[in-house]
């Protein structure tokens, strides 16, 4: 018979990897997050843990887990490249959207999901350089992942409290 884990939710993880890939992922991300946490504690001085910088070093860890956790996609890749490289824009960038079938409809209907897939490609990490198939295939994966990291950060916290 299986072993599985039960938490205090009754939530049932698989403990072979390739039966459940949310479990798989959950896993990955605590891996990656608790040891860079716990790095960013042991090196901050106390009295400058409410610092801005504090707050952005922790926010930069839990993205660079998130990207690790989920190497298998585009957006992940883009996510790590992204949060490696220093901060920089391109003003005379142009999405690749614009270049879709979607500029070839008329009328209101084609202008509005233009519109909306734009807001959607720059929601997802690398999204300006998707065209609309790649996008679409990359955000389910993208809002699974962001609902899991939620999950398990909101676990973390609820261990911290009790």
Not at 109 to 130: D, F, R, Y
Request: glycine share 4%; with cysteine.
């Amino acid at each position: 018979m299986e072993r599985q884990i039960i938490n205090k939710r009754k939530r049932v993880f698989s403990l072979q990897e390739k039966k459940n890939p949310k479990a798989v992922f959950a896993r990955r991300y605590v891996n990656h997050l608790v040891p860079a946490l716990s790095k960013i504690n042991m090196n901050k001085p106390s009295s400058q843990i409410n610092s801005k910088t504090f707050e952005q070093t922790v926010k930069h860890e839990v993205d660079m887990a998130l990207a690790l956790s989920a190497r298998e996609f585009a957006w992940s890749r883009f996510l790590q490249h992204k949060l490696l490289s220093p901060p920089h824009e391109d003003p005379s960038y142009s999405p690749k959207i614009l270049e879709t079938s979607i500029c070839k409809q008329d009328g209101t209907e084609g202008a509005e999901i233009k519109k909306k897939l734009e807001e959607l490609q720059k929601l997802v990490p690398g999204g300006e350089e998707m065209n609309m198939e790649e996008i679409l295939s990359e955000v389910g994966s993208y809002i699974v992942c962001l609902e899991l990291q939620m999950i398990v950060l909101k676990s973390l916290v609820q261990d911290n409290i009790s």
